[in-house]
């Protein structure tokens, strides 16, 4: 782990969290979180990784929570990555779905083992989650 970054962002409480239910936990999940993702997750990513002196494009490995296909466009569509950046985090959502918290390590997983990125390069880990926010992890593998 080379470095982090943590953004809970404003006015965005509405969107994505649990709500405690006679019944137990609730899903709370607005229609707006690839919006959010949109409007917000690049300047994070970006931030990060201009603080390291690198960009987009010196990242190997993207391994990001499989929020669902929306999210997931949404994410490709801020970076602006290739269809294939994200491929092992698509399977994951195929294979295993939206595992909540857990589903980022299942990547991170699947990457270490099936596709492990070049030593010496980098990486991105990328989970979102209640509040609505993003934790990331700059890697180095």
Avoid: I, Q
Wanted: proline share 6%; net charge negative.
């Amino acid at each position: 782990m080379v470095a982090t970054l943590a953004h809970l962002y404003p006015e965005t409480e509405h969107v994505m969290g649990w709500e405690v239910r006679d019944g137990g936990f609730g899903v709370v999940l607005d229609g707006s979180v690839p919006d959010v993702v949109r409007t917000y997750l690049a300047g994070d990513v970006r931030a990060l990784l201009s603080a390291h002196g690198l960009s987009t494009s010196d990242v190997s490995a993207w391994v990001c929570h499989p929020g669902g296909p929306k999210v997931l466009e949404a994410v490709a569509d801020a970076l602006e990555l290739p269809s294939e950046a994200l491929g092992v985090t698509w399977r994951s959502l195929a294979d295993k779905g939206n595992l909540s918290s857990a589903s980022v390590l299942h990547v991170l997983s699947d990457t270490l083992d099936d596709h492990a990125p070049p030593p010496g390069t980098y990486g991105m880990l990328m989970a979102m989650g209640p509040g609505f926010c993003a934790e990331l992890v700059l890697l180095r593998w």
